[in-house]
């Protein structure tokens, strides 16, 4: 089943199994590629939004206008995707001239801004690394970076978090970018064909699953009729019997 992972998923994909019970893939990377059959087969995208991802997409023009300004480029939101036999992808931003990918992140505020490249990602930085690597081998880029801007946030979206968090005019440009690059790895990459791969043949078998046991035609076991109750006896003479009890001819 020629299935495309997007470059944004690689990432669970690539996580261990703890043990050699759970097979090639872990029990996370299963209950994502269970998540995408799902969307698949009803035909719908499973949407999360949140107030961060909300800034992420209004501020995202400031953060590319941060970034070129700081990084002396003149790049625009890339609208291109791309697609090989394995994975499917749309970068945010792609330098031609110097072969050269960003993966943007827009910080929330001051709280959430990682000031050295060490802290970029945190507990989900395997995750924007096999993004990046991802990229890299659709866009056949010798290196991917992860960059994250500090810019002002609307105000709508602030709530009750102090201004000083959200507000950063103040602050040089410079100090507000902070960029990790990572460089491709071959050994890496053909590791991620092979997982990918092997996510493949689980999905097939998640769907083969799903169709066995959703059968279109199949009819429920008939349900046993009741055996009808007898009428109360009422004894000679006693009132008549409450309309509840009567049956219907």
């Not at 759970?22 to 269970?34: D, H, M, N, V, Y």
């Not at 010798?142 to 105000?155: D, F, G, I, K, Q």
């Not at 991620?192 to 999905?203: G, H, L």
Request: net charge neutral; hydrophobic share 40%; glycine share 6%.
């Amino acid at each position: 089943m020629n299935i495309l992972f997007r470059a944004s998923m690689v990432g669970k994909l690539m996580t261990e199994p703890r043990s050699k019970s759970e097979g090639p893939l872990s029990q996370g990377a299963k209950t994502a590629i269970r998540d995408i059959a799902a969307q698949h087969i009803l035909g719908v995208e499973f949407e999360t939004s949140s107030r961060e991802m909300e800034k992420g997409i209004e501020c995202e023009p400031d953060s590319i206008g941060l970034l070129n300004r700081v990084r002396g480029l003149v790049l625009a939101k890339n609208t291109e995707r791309r697609s090989d036999k394995d994975i499917t992808g749309e970068a945010d931003l792609y330098d031609p001239a110097g072969r050269e990918g960003y993966d943007l992140k827009t910080a929330w505020s001051a709280a959430t801004f990682p000031i050295l490249a060490d802290d970029i990602g945190g507990s989900q930085r395997a995750l924007y690394e096999w993004q990046c690597r991802a990229y890299m081998a659709l866009w056949d880029a010798p290196r991917w970076s992860v960059a994250y801007a500090l810019v002002n946030t609307p105000e709508r979206l602030i709530g009750y978090e102090p201004p000083s968090l959200h507000f950063f005019d103040h602050i040089p440009e410079h100090m507000r970018l902070t960029v990790w690059t990572i460089d491709r790895d071959a050994a890496k990459e053909a590791a991620m064909r092979e997982k990918v791969k092997q996510a493949r043949d689980y999905y097939a078998e998640v769907v083969a699953e799903f169709d066995r046991t959703h059968r279109a035609g199949r009819t429920a076991p008939a349900t046993p009729t009741p055996a009808a109750s007898p009428a109360p006896t009422v004894a000679p003479g006693a009132p008549p019997a409450p309309a509840f009890w009567k049956r219907t001819p």
